[in-house]
């Protein structure tokens, strides 16, 4: 499967985005996909995911409220609705698929195909 990450910007504290990572190749139903941010000088983390088989969502704690994950089947595509956006949500941020159930609540290595990336800056 083929990811492209898209709807990354610069916006003001306290506004929204929302990301979209549209794949090519297969579809996303059979698939666990999650979104990943990196920043400067940090190590990538899981910022949400939404499981394969039945849809269940998973966030870390920094964004939980804010963000949200969902799926569109028929556009074949995931979004990250990012809400009440904050300086320190700044990164790069990616999506990522998995053909384990498990991979929500597993090692990112169990995310075996990667989108490009899209930058959020979050800066007055």
């Known amino acids: 499967v083929q990811l492209q990450a898209s709807g990354g910007g610069l916006v003001q504290p306290g506004r929204s985005l929302k990301l979209s990572c549209a794949a090519s190749g297969a579809s996303l139903r059979g698939y666990s996909v999650g979104w990943f941010r990196q920043a400067p000088g940090k190590e990538r983390e899981r910022v949400s995911c939404?499981?394969?088989?039945?849809?269940?969502?998973y966030s870390a704690d920094s964004v939980k409220g804010r963000f949200t994950i969902s799926r569109d089947v028929a556009k074949n595509t995931v979004y990250l609705q990012m809400n009440s956006l904050k300086p320190e949500d700044t990164a790069v941020y990616y999506c990522?698929?998995?053909?384990?159930?498990?991979?929500?609540?597993?090692?990112?290595?169990?995310?075996?195909?990667w989108g490009q990336g899209t930058q959020v800056t979050v800066s007055s």
């Open positions: 939404i499981r394969a088989s039945n849809s269940m969502t």
């Open positions: 990522a698929t998995s053909r384990s159930v498990y991979a929500c609540s597993g090692s990112q290595t169990d995310f075996l195909s």
